[in-house]
């Protein structure tokens, strides 16, 4: 796309919706430059940032000037902006609707509920030096259960990715959120052969791009207690 500067996008790689952005744009070579925001370190509040998102989250991308900050929308408007592989997002409208699906659903389930056990286990734990909650991590590691049955049965199936025989960004989107509870040392796909062998192809996709992303969660996770 001659004539345009390389996409900006704020992100902080702790941050589950950074790394799928991250990995899209290192995967398919989008040109694109990185402003890392903190969020440990409150500096999605300074003024400048909330300028550019008054809801002080991460990611935010503008591109020549066109800002969004949800991932979802984030990265749908790269697949079909950006010349990308058709798997991402197909363009056949039952395909791309078995995307959507997928995405619509999981803000309020897989993200939510891995999210949670990252939350009680090691987050709330490191910010208030409080003890973990052993109730709390064990009701959100029940919820996220109840999840994973769901993402097995409504989703892959039979199919080697999440939409069918091609990865997605419904595959991208859902590996960030079940690889966070790593953080605390607890791999929750370990028992689950199914979603094992599935990551074990979402990984081979992504090649470098998905252990680059990772990193600072893969540093977490070293530095947390056995």
């Known amino acids: 796309m001659a004539g345009r500067k390389a996409v900006k996008v704020y992100l902080d790689l702790l941050s ?14 989008i040109p694109h430059a990185v402003e890392y925001v903190a969020l440990r370190k409150g500096e999605q509040r300074s003024p400048e940032f909330t300028n550019l998102n008054p809801m002080q989250k991460v990611p935010v991308m503008d591109d020549n000037g066109f800002v969004l900050t949800e991932s979802d929308a984030i990265l749908k408007y790269l697949a079909t902006t950006y010349n990308v592989p058709d798997h991402w997002y197909p363009k056949h409208p039952e395909r ?4 959507d699906e997928y ?6 389930n897989t993200r939510l509920h891995a999210a949670k056990v990252f939350l009680f286990e090691v987050l709330l734990p490191r910010m208030t030096g409080q003890p973990t909650d052993a109730g709390k991590v064990d009701k959100a590691l029940a919820e996220l259960e109840e999840t994973l049955d769901k993402l097995e049965k409504m989703f892959l199936k039979r199919q080697a ?10 595959d991208l989107l859902a590996i960030c959120e079940l690889m966070q509870p790593l953080g605390g040392r607890r791999d929750i796909l370990k028992d689950r052969p199914k979603l094992l062998s599935w990551k074990s192809r979402v990984q081979s996709a992504l090649s470098d791009s998905f252990d680059d992303a990772h990193s600072v ?6 530095k947390a207690k056995l």
């Open 96 to 99: 791309r609707a078995k995307v």
């Open 161 to 170: 990715f999440l939409c069918g025989d091609d990865i997605s960004l419904a």
């Open 16 to 29: 589950q919706p950074c790394r799928a952005v991250h990995i899209f744009l290192k995967i398919n070579k």
């Open 103 to 108: 995405t619509a659903w999981h803000h309020m």
């Open 217 to 222: 969660l893969y540093q977490l996770r070293d």
